[in-house]
């Protein structure tokens, strides 16, 4: 069972849907929780409901596309807060199309905060994370990939998005592997879909990537057929619980995996009658 009482977590992405069922679960374990949003109405939502409901929780505003202020937050949470043990880096926004229709700005703006931005993440919180560690306390990293991480979904085509996802996976894996044996533990959650406000990430989207744009109502569609952010939650502890490395949280995510599976195992039966070392 992940203890997480008394310990700090941070959420980034915490001010709407997966990340704040991620504090809500932190907060309702015992951990002080960083709610950390480049929405801060939302962070400080979040953080309302969780110190409601008897909780602990402060909210700051952050921007994980921004490296040096998450590293002046990570500073400020660790004075604030106390040393840091556990990181939910959960921020990410979504583009939809195929590749060669996906915007240039697109392309930037999903990269940026899906994969710069858990990279910026590691960077400012992993010194926080290496002290708890050196001091015999919980040390974990939990990065959000997604169904798009481990094979290509059904439903898209959402290019530029799986491509992201894809890269999640390989920082998380090589993350494990960097990190072995130093105490920190990192773990990776793929969600199938849940249904949250990703289909209107564009409401976030800066300047420098073309601006705020809200999608039309029927593009939330798609997603409200998905599972709870809550639920989704809940999967990814029993998996935090049981020390698992890839947490997969919704069964629907076998029926396009297993086909990319399979593709590799061929490849690779291929590749061995065809090359001798
Ligand atoms: N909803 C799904 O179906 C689904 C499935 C698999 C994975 N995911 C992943 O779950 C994570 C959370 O998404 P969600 O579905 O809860 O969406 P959401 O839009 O409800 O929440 C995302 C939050 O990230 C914040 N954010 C956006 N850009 C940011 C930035 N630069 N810095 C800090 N915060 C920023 C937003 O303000 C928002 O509060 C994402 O990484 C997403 O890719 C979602």
Redesign the pocket.
Known sequence: MLDLKDVVAVV??A?????RAMAEACARRGAVVAV????LD?AEETAVGIRAAGGRATAYQ????DLAALQVLAERVETELGGVNITFN?????TAGPLDRTRPNDFDWVFE??VR?VYNAVVSWLPALRRSAAAGKLAHIVN?????SIAVPTMGPFSAYTAT?HAVLGMTECLRRDLKGNGVNVSIVC????S???W??KR?RPDRFGGAKVAQATASDA?DA?RS?EDTVQTLFEGLDQGEFLIVTDPRIRAFTEPRLAEVAAALDICDTRVKL
Do not use: H, M, R
């Open positions: 980034s992405g001010g709407s849907g997966i990340g950390i949003d480049i929405d939302g952050g921007d994980v596309t959960n921020a990410g926004v979504f905060v899906n931005g959000t990939g997604s169904e798009n996802k969600p199938g879909v849940v949250t406000n990703l209107n990430a976030a997603l998905g952010p």
